[in-house]
């Protein structure tokens, strides 16, 4: 009797699970789930903490730090937009099984480097290179083969939103375990943890059934510029994918200024120390678990153009009210609704997008997609420090939160459009 019952309790509680959350019913998208999310968590504890933390210790240099920003950014720029081609004409399994092989290579040469203390500034700017050009390759590719992972389209939206509670959630736990692995046994043992979490990726990717594509291999330069040609005008001419895209490029050249003034705000206006910014480094991704649990219990994309508009203006104002702040308790509650209101912007913009766009040019548009969230982001930044520089921090965020706010404006003007799209 007690087998039984606890046999029907266990069908009940995945019958509920599956309810709110249906796109945990597919065997492939859980294979994917469980393993990238182990996965994405060493992959940020190393690009977010453990090399700039050792160019900094190597280098005592600030501005080789920004170098080695700069070295890791420019690849992932340069490749995305080949990336979304190649999406779109290979297997994306494969495509992230390359990207994977090679990510546990890049680590597994960092994680032998610092145990033997043979490491040196010259030799990790070329593996942050290759690191840069790794993540160029895989930010279209883990967009796009979210949507195979679930058979029924109906369940799309849940499958895309829990992605991201999976990448907020790493991007939470890698740095806060890799901080504790620094202090505790140092930074070689970070790399070791990043080796390891690729094995089981690498297995559950294998351990995917996914429907079978037809390759279609490039020919050359001009069928790849020809191809790239076809993405770029069909994102212009469909205006629903357009004008999203237009946001997100605002969002990352102004809505994402205040990570770029970050040591500013904590060192000098809340008159803090490095634990004062370690606080407010971790309060945005936070907020934005909390949005992505939201959005994953959401069914459908009715109605997300509309929550695009509002989350624009709550983080024009969040950000107008951060720089206003001067208590570090009040700093770190904006900072979460900043994060929370951003990830609903950026969510909800993909599970419209992967809706409407045609299958033969996923790759290609989430590669704009991709290039729209970050590719904006350094001139944002460029952007955000010359204003910091001339008139105050304070100054430099309300100016980018008004330009946010005015965005929203121009972005509800294209609502009646969007919204007929979406209705279809």
């Not at 080695?68 to 720029?77: C, E, H, I, R, S």
């Not at 690191?131 to 849940?158: C, F, Q, S, Y």
């Not at 990570?259 to 907020?287: D, R």
Request: glycine share 8%.
């Amino acid at each position: 009797m007690r087998k039984i019952w606890h046999r029907q309790l266990g069908k009940s509680t995945s019958n509920i699970t599956y309810h709110y959350l249906p796109a945990l019913r597919w065997r492939n998208f859980r294979l994917f789930f469980g393993g990238q999310l182990l996965s994405m968590s060493g992959t940020f504890m190393t690009q977010q903490l453990t090399i700039p933390w050792l160019v900094y210790d190597l280098t005592q240099s600030p501005w080789l730090l920004g170098v080695a920003g700069f070295v890791q950014f420019l690849p992932t720029l340069l490749l995305i937009p080949f990336s979304g081609i190649l999406s779109d004409r290979w297997s994306r399994r494969d495509l992230l099984m390359v990207v994977q092989i090679l990510g546990i290579s890049v680590s597994l040469a960092l994680t032998i480097l610092t145990f033997t203390n043979w490491i040196t500034f010259p030799i990790l700017l070329v593996l942050s290179a290759f690191n840069g050009l790794l993540k160029g390759l895989d930010m279209p590719v883990r967009h796009t083969i979210v949507t195979e992972t679930v058979d029924d389209r109906a369940d799309w939206g849940n499958a895309i939103a829990l992605n991201s509670v999976m990448l907020s959630s790493s991007l939470v736990v890698g740095p806060a375990m890799g901080g504790i692995l620094i202090a505790t046994l140092g930074v070689k043992y970070c790399f070791l943890y990043d080796t390891l979490s690729y094995i089981p990726a690498i297995f559950t990717l294998l351990a995917m059934r996914l429907p079978g594509r037809q390759m279609q291999p490039l020919t050359g330069i001009s069928d790849t510029l020809e191809k790239l040609r076809e993405g770029f005008e069909y994102v212009w001419k469909f205006q629903p994918i357009r004008v999203i895209l237009l946001m997100l490029a605002l969002h990352g050249f102004v809505g994402m200024s205040h990570v770029a003034l970050m040591p500013v705000f904590a060192a000098k206006i809340l008159n803090g120390n490095a634990t004062t910014m370690a606080h407010l480094s971790t309060s945005a991704p936070i907020g934005s678990l909390f949005a992505c649990l939201y959005l994953s219990f959401r069914r459908g994309i009715v109605g997300l153009e509309r929550l695009i508009v509002v989350a624009q203006v709550l983080i024009g104002m969040s950000l107008i009210f951060f720089s206003l702040s001067r208590q570090v308790w009040l700093s770190i509650i904006i900072l979460v609704f900043v994060g929370c209101f951003s990830i609903l912007n950026i969510t909800s913009s993909n599970m419209i997008i992967q809706t409407l766009v045609t299958e033969d040019k996923r790759g290609r548009v989430m590669s704009f997609y991709a290039l729209a969230m970050v590719g904006t982001m350094p001139f944002g930044n460029l952007l955000a420090g010359t204003l910091a520089d001339n008139f105050g921090a304070t100054n430099a965020l309300i100016v980018c939160g008004s330009l946010i706010i005015l965005g929203a404006l121009w972005f509800s003007a294209q609502l009646p459009a969007v919204s007929r799209w979406i209705a279809r």
